[in-house]
């Protein structure tokens, strides 16, 4: 039997890569490692310890680095809503967290217009949700209030621009939830940059625990989540948490993990952040010029700001009477083109976003050129 030679090359796998002017999206392989992060992974890959400790210690350094009083490391953004819900629940209490799931006994307070495919990471632990105002209204602090009752285990907030139409302002939803001795957990996966966010939501504002991704802006590894805020809710996260069996056992945070996540976070509060959205603009300030003006009849291109999911400045492209089907297909197409493109669908059915995070330097020109051949191509002669 005559063995085919098999290696662990991506460039023998036949998946190709494209060009990311999306930006941070699981689907694409998320983010772009920071310095030094792959380099912390594999120094301790080869290592036995105590994991238990590893996490204490990392999550110490960590919320030092952040300004933070606690951190949890989970194994991503979504992880670690789960795992930061099922600490509202259970606390520390070896039955309440051995009941996992449960039946609806405990209610997950959310504002109507929050309503997303990551409350999953809620419903997965068996709570029951609650709505408060509607997908087209925010609630009052008196609706909001009259929805906390003893069964409330915490109000779930999603931040981000999708979020904040309709929506109260977390500090609003802070003092109302703090009156009633009910924690709030943010949902603020996206949201780095700024980094200033950090400690934003739980310093600044006051939420008890703050969810962002290891695996978009703070370019750690795809499976990582920091949980930052309060102490003991941070200590109920552990109990909650693998090494421990437990609802958060299936979502595993490996000792390499744990160092590149710290390494991220090392490299993400020392960068420069006024320089790096300089070459973001920049980048921008280029494609809008390529594009907009009369370069192509019937499109039009301006700088937007934020971004569909984040807060990096984009270039918005608009086609004259495009359906959102065209947009689509259109972007579809980008992707599997010769030179394959990532972009993104914008907020109007007639819209791209270019986004310019994940784009290096000489990248794009390309964007440029595949995105104005494409958009050319469609004009009737
Ligand atoms: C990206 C995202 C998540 C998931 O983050 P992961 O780190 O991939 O688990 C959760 N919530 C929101 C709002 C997000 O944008």
């Known amino acids: 039997m005559v063995h085919r030679l098999v290696t662990s090359r991506i460039a023998d796998l036949a998946v190709p890569s494209v060009i990311n002017a999306a930006g941070a999206y699981t689907l694409l392989g998320g983010s772009r490692l920071a310095p030094g992060v792959a380099a912390a992974m594999a120094d301790v890959s080869d290592t036995f310890l105590d994991l238990d400790l590893l996490q204490r210690r990392v999550g110490a350094r960590i919320a030092e680095l952040t300004w933070n009083e606690a951190c949890f490391v989970a194994s991503g953004a979504a992880a670690g809503v789960a795992v930061a819900i099922a600490a509202c629940v259970a606390g520390t209490d070896p039955m309440a967290i051995d009941a996992f799931p449960i039946a609806g006994t405990r209610d997950v307070v959310m504002q109507a217009s929050h309503r997303n495919g990551y409350d ?51 500090e609003s939803v802070v003092a109302v939830a703090r009156a009633a001795g009910v924690p709030v957990v943010v949902d603020a996966a996206g949201q780095v940059p700024p980094v200033a966010n950090l400690w934003r939501y739980t310093r600044e504002l006051g939420a008890d625990l703050a969810v962002f991704s290891g695996g978009k802006g703070i370019r750690g590894p795809q499976t990582t989540g920091l949980v930052l805020g309060r102490p003991d809710l941070v200590e109920a996260c552990l109990a909650n948490a693998n090494p421990r069996h437990s609802i958060g056992r299936p979502m595993k945070v490996g000792k390499e993990e744990l160092l590149g996540i710290l390494a991220a976070v090392e490299w993400t509060v020392q960068q420069d952040e006024a320089a790096l959205f300089a070459r973001w603009e920049r980048t921008v300030e280029r494609w809008v010029a390529a594009l907009g003006g009369d370069a192509i009849p019937g499109v039009e291109a301006r700088r937007g700001f934020p971004g569909v999911h984040d807060n990096v400045p984009q270039c918005v492209v608009r086609v004259a009477r495009w359906t959102a089907t065209e947009r689509d297909g259109f972007v579809a197409a980008l992707k599997t083109a010769d030179r394959p493109v990532a972009i993104r669908a914008g907020l109007a059915a007639d819209e791209l976003q270019l986004n310019p995070m994940f784009v290096r330097e000489g990248e794009g020109l390309i964007v440029l050129d595949v995105v104005r051949d494409a958009l050319l191509g469609m004009i009737p002669r």
Do not use: I, K, N, Q
């Open 120 to 170: 999953y990471s809620a419903r997965m632990t068996g709570v029951r949700l609650v709505e408060v105002g509607a997908t087209d209204r925010a609630p009052s602090e008196a609706e909001l209030r009259a929805a906390l009752v003893p069964s409330t285990a915490c109000v779930l907030l999603f931040t981000g621009p999708p979020y904040e139409a309709h929506s109260l302002a977390v």
